[in-house]
């Protein structure tokens, strides 16, 4: 009986791994597909991939920190008056 009891276990055990083996395959194949569409379409509200969100993210992060020198400039009036006139100058 215990014997009977512990293969029937086993044989669970293997079935559970089975089944969820099966789903993760495809919720991998739905998302490739879904990446797929928006590699060659517009990205505007499309799944994208973890690589192309981190992609972005940098370029993000890169566009903020180009910004903030800008905004710490911006903090003394002489450098701004100074930038200013040399703008004037060029038109």
Same mark, same amino acid.
């Given at each position: 009986?215990?014997? #009977? &009891?512990?293969? &029937?276990?086993? +044989?669970?055990?293997? %079935?559970?791994?089975?089944? +969820?083996?099966? =789903?993760?395959?495809?919720? &991998?194949?739905? +998302?490739?597909?879904? !990446? /797929?569409?928006? #590699?060659?379409?517009?990205? %505007? /509200?499309? =799944?994208?991939?973890?690589?192309? =969100?981190? +992609?972005? &993210? #940098?370029?993000?992060?890169?566009?903020?920190?180009?910004?903030?020198?800008? *905004?710490?400039?911006?903090?003394?009036?002489? !450098? *701004?008056?100074?930038?200013?006139? %040399?703008?004037?100058?060029?038109?």
């Amino acid at each position: 009986m215990q014997a #009977e &009891l512990e293969h &029937l276990r086993k +044989e669970e055990e293997h %079935v559970r791994r089975e089944i +969820e083996s099966a =789903l993760e395959k495809e919720n &991998l194949d739905r +998302e490739r597909t879904m !990446v /797929g569409i928006s #590699e060659s379409e517009s990205t %505007v /509200g499309t =799944l994208k991939s973890s690589t192309a =969100l981190s +992609e972005d &993210l #940098e370029q993000i992060r890169s566009k903020i920190d180009r910004f903030h020198p800008r *905004k710490r400039l911006e903090l003394f009036p002489q !450098v *701004k008056s100074s930038s200013e006139t %040399v703008l004037f100058c060029y038109k």
